[in-house]
């Protein structure tokens, strides 16, 4: 080990070889785990590398970083330095150095480089103040370090805006879905565009994950909604049924109202009521394959063209019916008659048929659009 008076000569050299071959020696002894005079060396050696750092070379600055700067008995102005340095000098300092304080970091993360920014998303230990400003300012392998790091600790706002960044790269969804420390209103907006993958994943988790809880929240808000809407929409539609009863509202205008917002459980009831008929049975009839049962019981009940127009528009959504159909089933419609299809509903009423089946009665109508076909007798 080289002692204080060869220190001492080496100082004496004021040339770059000189000052380059003082510090390495000055490094040798710091390190040097069994080093006599331990704290006058500490003291030396902080004075003598500050007072010469500024003029040594590269290779010698990248030396300190990587044997002193990440050590915690570091001269803390040498490690400040060191960290503000070009990338390849300060790297190992940002990464590791225990005495790096908040306030340091947040200003050498606010003025240096993407890389220096890559270097601190990396350490063990995140504040606040630090990650909002990679967040704020990092590209995309940054913002992926940041969600990766479980110890990067973030304000909500900082959560939210590192979420809404996400939308455009997998990787950082992937990496955030693991978080257990999301705010409750980061996840709702993370959930919001999700692939699907990543929405099994995240089911998977299950447990106590963040995202996990919401998606089961937001499953039960959904269903406590769609309830609330189907209740509503039940009665509503009572109520327009029993306003079409009361003579309160025509049987046309709730038959449009039904069909034109693709209401068919509603309109099978309103006309099972009106015409007195079993309401699956009628309600069976609005999308049934065969439109003849639907216009017996619709001109039966004196529906207008105008009204059925509406349900045949509702059945062609559905059913995909093309337009030829469409005009075929409203010029039967026009050309069938009250009273025939009254008659044949009378029969089916009377026979306990079922309205649905493909051989149903036709409306008896002498030139109607429909005629009754005899049966023949059957053989003996």
């Keep these: 080990m080289l002692s204080l008076s060869k220190l001492a000569e080496l100082a004496k050299d004021g040339s770059k070889g000189g000052r380059k071959s003082l510090v390495s020696a000055l490094i040798d002894l710091f390190v040097s785990p069994e080093r006599e005079h331990a704290e006058q060396v500490s003291i030396m050696f902080g004075e ?27 001269p803390r102005d040498l490690v400040v330095k060191l960290a503000a340095d070009e990338f390849k000098i300060a790297e190992p300092v940002l990464k590791e150095s225990p005495l790096l304080t908040e306030e340091e970091l947040e200003a050498i993360a606010l003025d240096g480089s993407m890389e220096h920014l890559e270097a601190i998303a990396t350490r063990d230990v995140l504040d606040e103040k ?6 704020d300012r990092g590209n995309r392998k940054i913002l992926e370090s ?14 939210l805006r590192l979420v809404e960044k996400a939308r455009a790269c997998p990787e950082i969804q992937e990496a955030l879905i693991q978080r257990e420390d999301m705010p409750a209103e980061s996840a709702k907006c993370l959930l919001s565009f999700l692939s699907g993958e990543l929405m099994e994943r995240v089911k998977a988790l299950g447990g106590d ?27 509503e539609a009572a109520e327009i049924i029993d306003a079409v009863a009361n003579k309160k509202k025509t049987l046309d205008e709730a038959v449009s109202q039904f069909a034109r917002s ?17 309401a ?24 207008s063209d105008t009204a059925f127009k509406d349900i045949l528009t509702m059945r062609a959504r559905k059913l995909q019916s093309g337009g030829l159909e469409l005009n075929d089933a409203i010029n039967r419609y026009a050309a069938a008659s009250v009273a025939g299809a009254k008659q044949s509903l009378e029969a089916i009423r009377a026979t306990g048929a079922n309205m649905a089946k493909k051989d149903e009665p036709e409306v008896v109508e002498e030139r109607g659009a429909f005629m009754r076909s005899k049966k023949k007798p059957k053989a003996d």
């Design 48 to 74: 003598i590398v500050m007072s010469v750092l500024d003029q040594l070379e590269e290779e010698t600055r990248m030396a300190l970083a990587q044997r002193v700067g990440t050590l915690p008995t570091a």
């Design 130 to 135: 630090v990650t909002d400003v990679l967040v």
């Design 146 to 159: 940041v969600a990766n790091n479980e110890n990067a600790r973030m304000a909500d706002q900082t959560f």
């Design 209 to 235: 994950n963040v995202l996990a809880e919401v998606m089961a929240e937001r499953a039960a808000e959904e269903v406590k909604a769609r309830a609330s809407h189907l209740e509503a929409s039940r009665n």
């Design 262 to 278: 693709d209401r068919a459980a509603e309109l099978g009831i309103l006309l099972a009521k009106v015409g007195e008929l079993p």
């Design 280 to 303: 699956a049975a009628v309600s069976r009839l609005i999308y049934s394959p065969s439109d003849k049962p639907l216009i017996i019981v619709c001109k039966a009940l004196s529906v």
